[in-house]
């Protein structure tokens, strides 16, 4: 049994993480002794019930507690405001970072352009990473001349968060290689996890789904909809349709700019076949999941993040567009329809004609979909995690010796020639690399 | 043989470690040998600066002075027994405690205390297990040493007794009416218990401290508990003290109060007996353990202030039993046969 630290946004924050962590420790906390360290104001109740809370400043957080644990766990995404505080814990006190974004310039733009108001530090991050190149296109963001979407592609700042970490757990790590940003931790990708709904619920969602068979056959967006959602690219293609009288689309969440897709909606003549449902209360989400048709869960460009809604989608045994990019691409062919970003438009036309000539194949693509959660399995997610956790932990000399390796790069390139450094960094990487990892014939025993 | 012997210190800090390689190097130079000691300066505090010592040493090289062969390198203390040497032996004082059994304890754990001491204890436990048995020979300062390196390392070592300084000129008087303890005045040595214990003894037992204290915090803090306890007729600071006094200090006292957290070995212990004085010690002590038979040559005490109050105020009001333990004490020393000469058989073989 492990003593471990977690860090992650805790109920009732609006954070599909928040969701996560209150799926995930509860296990957790049945195989580990688990302390959810917070710096919320508020946890939901109930929670606390089932896991001990603590709380900490992240400018002074109590090391002495932390450090009677075998292992900190750190789960970081975009939202500066919600993650900030983990951040500034996990880069002093190494532990194992769990990447909830790969694509991570939004979060440290706010944290440190917003938060700590340190645009030296931030320009100074961009350099370390990314050269010149890196600081001249952040002082470009930060007046303006370059968006936040170009910079989170052009420059994640996934090495960033995890620097120092004694590992990073993603959940895929083909979205992770496709950044080019390879941690000097190591890695592991876990299948994102989720609690399927019992079958016997399932069969009353698609007895529900049956009884509501169309046409009009029912569309429908979800989740937190913010601009790489490709709402435009959706309205536009159902809207250039000529079957468009067949669907149905409702969108349901929080929309990044309510009145522009309004707008849209207008000037597409999509009045009659567009609701705009907003956040739904928990009680509505799952009339609206199982009696819906065919779920577009698109995201472009991709933070590099697994989608909670997806799984969702699968638990209803829902057909799902998705956009063949970061975590999605990985998804298996036969349980989703993929949608190339360059070819939106023509691809979700062509998806949407192929549902209305052949619904009972996309009927049965959900349910090889909600077959695939059988892959997301809590227990066996929480076992690897801990797994991955322990085995990280045994290799934690790296991290010093790693810290004074680049201390002596930078010392010695000041004051010796590198044609007289040779013997002594050759000297000096071979000690470091035993300190890291013991000698061989003890590692070979 | 050229011999050099390798320790790391705190500048301006001296203890017990520092006699010890000082009797070595005499003891080594008195059996014909040529015998120098190398003192690398150690920080432990950021623990961050600790993985740069030990690559310094690990980068150090002493195989040979001036184009002639270092014959024998005997590496004593954290970090400088790294120093690589073709022939190597280590006659372990101790391992960086703080990254051992001392990591949590509520006085002396310090790494405990940093973000990033975590990974500075790991990376100096794997340098310890990899390096360690790099020598030819490991031998250790006591059985509570060997015991801990096979405990915390997976290392075999033999334990190797050695005299303390002066070890021929302690001598007995007739004892008067304090109790004494000479050390280094820190947490680990436990003054603050020796004095809860006092403000608890039922006789009027007096307790006289001789040795510095590592910072000044420290000292300011045992001296207000004194005045808190309102004991200050029953303390007296000796402060740092010659060799000379200090052997008075032992004569003229009644017995040794020694009760410090897991010591190595403990010099005071092997003082005291030379003295023919009964030493009053604690069951989680370590070295002094080694040496004190309870109710035969000392006591030893729970762990608590009323325990070792309870040990002072036996010994206090029976002189005569204090002086029969002081005796089978003194006896006790010499039929271990504890001598530099043996010392340096071994680590020269």
């Known amino acids: 049994m492990l003593k471990i630290n977690w860090f992650s946004p805790l109920p009732p924050a609006h954070s599909g993480i ?386 004074l390796a680049g201390k002596i790069g930078h010392d010695l390139r000041q004051w010796l020639h590198p044609a007289a450094s040779d013997y002594l960094l050759e000297r000096a990487s071979q000690e470091l690399f035993t300190m890291c990892v013991g000698k061989a014939d003890d590692r070979d025993s | 043989m050229k011999v050099l012997i390798l320790t790391s210190g705190v500048p301006f800090i001296r203890g017990g470690a520092e006699i010890l390689a000082g009797g070595l190097c005499d003891a080594v130079c008195a059996a014909g040998h040529q015998a120098e000691i190398l003192t690398l300066p150690f920080q432990s505090c950021p623990p961050s600066r600790i993985p740069e010592q030990m690559l310094a040493c690990r980068l150090l090289d002493v195989t040979e002075t001036c184009s002639m062969r270092i014959d024998r390198v005997i590496g004593l203390k954290f970090p400088a027994y790294l120093v690589p040497h073709p022939r190597k032996v280590i006659w372990l004082l101790h391992q960086h405690r703080t990254a051992y059994e001392l990591w949590n304890h509520p006085a002396a754990g310090d790494l405990i205390h940093y973000p990033d001491g975590p990974v500075v204890r790991d990376a100096i436990r794997l340098a310890d297990r990899t390096f360690i048995p790099e020598a030819s020979s490991i031998y250790t300062l006591s059985r509570n040493v060997t015991e801990r390196l096979q405990r915390c390392s997976g290392i075999a070592s033999e334990p190797l007794y050695n005299p303390p300084a002066g070890a021929s000129l302690f001598y007995k008087s007739t004892p008067q009416d304090y109790f004494f303890f000479p050390s280094r005045i820190n947490p680990v040595k436990r003054q603050w218990l020796v004095i809860q214990a006092l403000a608890l003894c039922r006789e009027p037992v007096c307790v006289r401290f001789a040795g510095e204290a590592d910072n000044e915090a420290q000292q300011a803090e045992c001296a207000k508990a004194v005045r808190e306890l309102r004991l200050s007729e029953r303390v007296e600071w000796l402060g740092m003290v010659t060799e000379e006094r200090k052997r008075d200090c032992y004569a003229n006292s009644l017995g040794v109060v020694f009760p410090p957290v897991d010591e190595d070995y403990g010099y005071v212990t092997l003082e005291a007996m030379l003295s023919s004085k009964p030493v009053i010690t604690c069951v989680d002590s370590g070295g002094p353990l080694e040496f004190v038979v309870d109710g035969q040559t000392g006591l030893v005490a729970g762990a608590t202030p009323q325990a070792l109050a309870e040990a002072m105020d036996a010994l206090w009001g029976d002189r005569r039993r204090a002086a029969t333990m002081g005796e089978t004490g003194l006896q006790r020393y010499r039929d271990l046969k504890i001598t530099w000469e043996n010392v340096v058989e071994k680590l020269l073989c």
Not at chain 1, 87 to 96: A, F, L
Not at chain 1, 333 to 342: G, K, N, Q, S
Not at chain 1, 351 to 364: E, Y
Request: charge should be negative.
């Open chain 1, 18 to 403: 928040a969701y996560y962590a209150s799926q995930i420790l509860p296990v957790l906390a049945g195989r580990h002794e688990v302390v959810a360290w917070t710096d919320q104001d508020q946890v939901a109740p109930e929670f606390s019930e089932m896991v001990t809370v603590a709380r900490y400043q992240p400018a002074n957080p109590p090391w002495r507690a932390l450090n009677d644990a075998d292992v900190s766990i750190y789960h970081l995404g975009n939202h500066g405001g919600i993650h900030g505080g983990i951040w500034q814990v996990s880069r002093r006190h190494p532990g194992i970072v769990v990447l909830h974004d790969l694509c991570l310039h939004d979060f440290f733009a706010m944290v440190f352009l917003r938060t700590l108001e340190r645009p030296d530090l931030y320009l100074a991050t961009l350099e370390r990473w990314y050269g010149e190149a890196g600081r001249h296109d952040g002082e470009a963001f930060r007046s303006g001349g370059i968006g936040a979407e170009t910079m989170a592609q052009r420059f994640p700042l996934t090495r960033e968060a995890v620097w120092g970490s004694l590992g990073v757990i993603t959940h895929s790590r083909s979205a992770l290689d496709d950044l080019r940003e390879k941690p000097a931790s190591p890695v592991a990708a876990l299948d994102f996890p989720y609690t399927a709904t019992p079958e016997a619920r399932y069969r009353g969602w698609l007895a529900a789904r049956g009884a509501a068979s169309g046409p009009p056959y029912r569309l429908v967006v979800f989740g937190y909809l913010s601009r790489n959602r490709r709402l435009g690219a959706l309205l536009e293609a159902l809207a250039g349709l000529g079957e468009r009288q067949q669907f149905r689309l409702d969108i349901c969440g929080q929309l990044w700019d309510e009145s522009h897709i309004r707008m849209e909606i207008d000037r597409l003549g999509l009045n009659a076949l567009v609701n705009l449902r907003g956040f739904l209360p928990d009680g509505q989400v799952e009339q609206e999941l199982s009696t819906a048709h065919l779920a577009v869960n698109l995201r472009y460009p991709s933070m590099g993040e697994a989608s909670l809604s997806q799984m969702q989608f699968w638990d209803y045994g829902l057909p799902t567009l998705v956009t063949r990019t970061g975590w999605y691409a990985s998804l298996p062919e036969d349980a989703i329809a993929f949608v190339r970003p360059e070819h939106e438009v023509a691809d979700i036309q062509a998806h949407l004609r192929a549902f209305l000539a052949d619904p009972a194949a996309f009927r049965a693509m959900g349910e090889r979909g909600r077959q695939a959660l059988k892959k997301h399995d809590l227990g066996n997610y929480v076992d690897a995690m801990v797994q991955f956790a322990s085995s990280a932990v045994a290799l934690s000399p790296r991290v010093p010796v790693l810290e």
